[in-house]
């Protein structure tokens, strides 16, 4: 089992900056790679970026490159999602995700433990 606990979410205006960080727990050494996903209310899950298991891959979805990183720190056990000139589209609940398997690191089917979610709003 692998439990994740998201924090670091929350208001911010426009044009902000918020850092998300995921503090994961239990069997870390079995799992294939984490990755943060997002979702709004009636919406799918959908895939935000992921970092391979030896931190030396990253995969962004279209709309956030070049804006959000993907980044860990193995000493805290700890993943981060540091995001950059935010707007009002990214507001969603964020999900922090343990890859279980070698399937496409988009697909949220890849991804077997999943955190409670923190809300982070843009606002206008």
């Known amino acids: 089992q692998v439990q994740l606990v998201e924090s670091g979410g929350g208001l911010v205006q426009a044009g902000g900056s918020l850092r998300l960080s995921c503090a994961a727990s239990?069997?870390?050494?079995?799992?294939?790679?984490w990755a943060w996903f997002r979702q709004v209310a009636g919406k799918e899950r959908d895939f935000v970026a992921a970092?391979?298991?030896?931190?030396?891959?990253?995969y962004y979805a279209t709309s956030v490159k070049g804006r959000f990183t993907i980044s860990r720190d193995n000493t805290k056990n700890t993943v981060y999602l540091q995001m950059k000139s935010l707007t009002p589209e990214d507001t969603a609940v964020y999900y922090c995700?343990?890859?279980?398997?070698?399937?496409?690191?988009?697909?949220?089917?890849?991804?077997?433990?999943w955190g409670q979610g923190t809300q982070v709003t843009v606002s206008s």
């Open positions: 995700a343990a890859r279980l398997n070698s399937g496409s690191y988009y697909a949220r089917a890849s991804y077997g433990y």
């Open positions: 239990g069997r870390t050494s079995n799992t294939y790679g």
């Open positions: 970092l391979s298991w030896t931190g030396s891959s990253t």
